[in-house]
């Protein structure tokens, strides 16, 4: 069912895998970048032979302009563009404000031509947080936004209510769901690498010289593209208004870098063995973001299950240990990291 899909966000990680994807099936493209005048050229020389299957639009997530004519013509949206910074702002609307209002930006001018497919990037970040009592969750679970979770989190959580809030009160026969990753690994393309890989790149680089005892789920981005083309394909009753968690599995760090080990010994010369105790975790965070950041994930599980995009969307995901050492053959292949 080759038709024209509009990916937001064509400059980034996910994005880009989308598009991939899409034009490997026949799809005719259109994008939306923020910079038409920089980024264009970069997309053409990594689609080198989509010719015109591939059209690319400037479109701000803040701004009405360029949105029009990206949505012409298009069958079907994958909405992924959405601040993902490394840091964390101090204002949160940094993140907060362009997350629903671009969304909501894409839903109407997608439903203004009568689009009835449309795919929200969300994240686990809307399933999993605020619930200090759990550590399994899945499809069914949302983030509990009155425990105060960090901005990115609130971020995403915001994000995919108000989307799911607009269809129902302004178009309710739009097919519409969501697609939630949880950390998305694997095979990087360039140097503009996303805040999920810089895990990895840490872990092999020497840049942190102890593990500390926090874990992540783990997703490839293959799968999390895959989850997308099959949520625009399958029948309307399989999908409307379904969440489609993409994860493989919880790992600890450690485990993580035992992996390293095992599948990419060349590789794996800098690799901590050696624990981060809790106490210098906290002792740290005042003085580092990085530690700031994962003082308030030690020791937690929080892992959020896939089998039911697996079973509904009929995939079986990646292995995180093939997609871990993907991951880490691509870096050193593109030159990312002296491992
Ligand atoms: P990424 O590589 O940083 O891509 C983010 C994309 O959003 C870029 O194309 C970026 O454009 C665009 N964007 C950000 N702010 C924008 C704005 N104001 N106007 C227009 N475009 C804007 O990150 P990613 O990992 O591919 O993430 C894509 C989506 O997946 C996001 O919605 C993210 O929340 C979600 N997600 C990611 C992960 C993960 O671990 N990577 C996990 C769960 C969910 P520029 O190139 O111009 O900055």
Redesign the pocket.
């Known amino acids: 069912m080759a038709g024209t899909v509009l990916v ?10 989308v598009i991939d994807q899409l034009l490997a099936k026949g799809y005719t493209v259109h994008t ?4 038409r005048a920089k ?1 264009e050229p970069k997309l053409r020389q990594r689609w080198a032979t989509a010719g015109d299957r591939l059209k690319v639009f400037q ?4 701004s009405d302009e360029g949105w029009a004519e990206a949505v012409k013509g298009c069958n079907a949206v994958a ?7 490394i840091g964390v702002p101090k204002d949160k609307d940094e993140l907060v404000v ?2 629903r209002e ?1 969304t909501l930006r894409a839903l109407r001018f997608a439903n203004s031509v009568g689009i009835k497919r449309f795919v929200q ?5 809307a399933i999993a947080y605020g619930h200090p009592e759990k550590d399994h969750f899945d499809h069914t679970d949302w983030t509990n936004l009155d425990a105060g979770v960090p901005p ?1 989190i609130e ?2 959580t915001v ?1 995919e209510r108000a989307a799911r809030d607009w269809v129902a009160a302004n178009a309710p026969d739009m097919v519409f769901c969501s ?7 694997g095979p990087v393309y360039d140097d ?6 810089e895990i990895v790149k840490k872990v092999i680089d020497g840049s942190i010289p102890l593990i500390p005892n926090m874990g992540i789920c783990v ?1 490839d ?1 293959r799968d ?1 593209a895959e989850a997308h083309v099959r949520a625009i394909e399958a029948p309307a009753e399989q999908v409307a208004g379904e969440r489609f968690p993409t994860s493989e599995k919880f790992m600890w760090i450690r485990e993580m870098a035992e992996t390293v080990r095992q599948r990419t010994p060349e590789y794996a010369k800098k690799v901590p063995s050696r624990p981060m105790p809790d106490f210098m975790v906290k002792l740290l965070a005042p003085f580092m973001p990085e530690m700031k950041q994962i003082k308030g994930e030690l020791g937690n599980v929080r892992d959020v299950s896939g089998k039911h995009t697996e079973d509904v969307l009929g995939f079986k995901f990646i292995s995180a240990e093939q997609t871990i050492e993907d991951t880490v053959r691509s870096l050193v292949a593109k030159g990312l990291v002296k491992a």
């Open positions: 937001t966000g064509g400059t980034g990680y996910i994005g880009g895998e939306t970048v923020r910079n980024s479109a701000d997530l803040m909405h992924v563009a959405s601040p993902f910074p362009p997350a671009g990037t969300s994240s686990a970040a990115y971020s995403k994000a697609v939630n990753p949880v950390a998305v690994f503009d690498v996303s805040t999920s890989i997703t981005v999390v």
